[in-house]
């Protein structure tokens, strides 16, 4: 049996853009692009997972609204079960703790970006949903 990791995802949007960050240099998979989230503690719901994440990593407060999709991949170093929500910022300024940078990019400006593998589904029904070629 494969061991498999859950990880969230959040989809922010905001006037037309989404939200995204860069992983830091040093980290396993560097440089590339994701959307914001992290692993599932014990005892922790998906939803309870966001948030806890974007007020750790980003020092805001989000609402996590209806469930977007799921990806699972397998990497090298495990596999995870990739699971998104879109979410709603509702308090706090962005200041990035665990990436290198991080961005708000329209939907058709998705495709510039170099996103880790788990996250491509997430990119591509984002633009086939906001109607990008």
């Not at 995870?80 to 708000?104: F, K, T």
Request: charged fraction near 30%.
């Amino acid at each position: 049996m494969i061991d498999m990791r859950t990880v969230t995802a959040a989809i922010l949007i905001r006037e037309d853009k989404v939200f995204i960050g860069q992983r830091k240099a040093g980290k396993r998979l560097e440089y590339l692009w994701e959307f914001p989230g992290g692993k599932l503690e014990n005892g922790e719901t998906q939803r309870e997972c966001i948030v806890r994440e974007m007020r750790e990593e980003f020092g805001v407060e989000v609402t996590v609204q209806e469930f977007f999709g799921e990806s699972i991949y397998h990497y090298i170093h495990g596999s995870i079960r990739l699971v998104a929500y879109l979410v709603d910022w509702i308090d706090g300024e962005m200041s990035p703790v665990d990436h290198q940078d991080c961005r708000w990019v329209s939907f058709d400006d998705l495709k510039s970006y170099e996103f880790v593998p788990a996250d491509v589904p997430f990119v591509q029904k984002l633009m086939r949903d906001h109607h990008v070629d």
